[in-house]
């Protein structure tokens, strides 16, 4: 039973320019929802796919937007990239009506020079 | 004020230590909270929920003070292999699994 996958590991892109990030979430689960997270600080939510819908959204610009598919993967799109967009972006798995625990993919490690 | 707080760290103790963490929360209609683990570059895993009678997992153990709003993990007799960060983490009352996550506290455990 593979976990939640994301691709690619790791890129690095140019101030700027446009992102796409994706996300395959455990088998079985139906809820996507995808954090940033910068060095030396804790992972910050930025928003959440549930039937194909964004459910919630955390305090991130319209530069970042998302998707989800119908067989529940997600891409986390991010424009006009910024020096200070450079992080590593998790993606997180869960099915809501099973409740809160969540399952993190590896994380996509994104650099904007 | 940031909704979650935890001790800045880092953590430097020798192994057979007794470490403490703590976390403070600003929303006190929070729900659900816990304690995550991150290895470096790696993805945040969970380590163990926190309930209000507290719990225990072998040498692990986690409170939740409501009144407080004070969330602690006390690891007893650490390990090389315990050298992690460890991330407070609150599920707001109708948060839809939106957690939110303290910076996390780096502990080294060293010979």
């Known amino acids: 039973d593979a976990g939640v996958t994301q691709s690619p590991t790791h890129l690095i892109k140019t101030r700027g320019q446009q992102v796409t990030l994706r996300c395959s979430p455990k088998s079985g689960h139906d809820t996507v929802s995808w954090y940033q997270q910068a060095l030396g600080q804790g992972p910050q939510f930025i928003f959440q796919y549930y039937e194909e819908e964004e459910r919630q959204r955390g305090n991130f610009p319209d530069r970042f937007s998302g998707h989800q598919f119908p067989n529940y993967s997600s891409e986390l799109n991010v424009n006009a990239l910024l020096l200070g967009d450079s992080a590593l972006y998790l993606c997180?798995?869960?099915?809501?009506?099973?409740?809160?625990?969540?399952?993190f993919g590896p994380g996509t490690r994104l650099t904007v020079t | 004020r940031k909704e979650v707080e935890q001790d800045p760290g880092p953590f430097n103790v020798p192994e057979g230590a007794t470490v403490a963490f703590n976390c403070t929360y600003s929303?006190?209609?929070?729900?659900?909270f816990f304690w995550y683990r991150q290895d470096c570059r790696k993805e945040p895993k969970l380590l163990m929920s926190v309930y209000s009678s507290g719990n225990e997992d072998g040498r692990f153990t986690a409170q939740l003070n409501r009144a407080s709003q004070y969330i602690s993990l006390l690891i007893r007799d650490s390990k090389l292999s315990d050298s992690a960060t460890y991330l407070c983490?609150?599920?707001?009352?109708?948060?839809?699994?939106?957690?939110?996550f303290g910076a996390g506290t780096r502990l080294a455990v060293h010979p």
């Open positions: 983490v609150v599920l707001p009352s109708g948060g839809y699994n939106k957690l939110i």
């Open positions: 929303n006190s209609a929070s729900q659900s």
């Open positions: 997180a798995s869960s099915l809501t009506a099973s409740g809160y625990e969540q399952y």
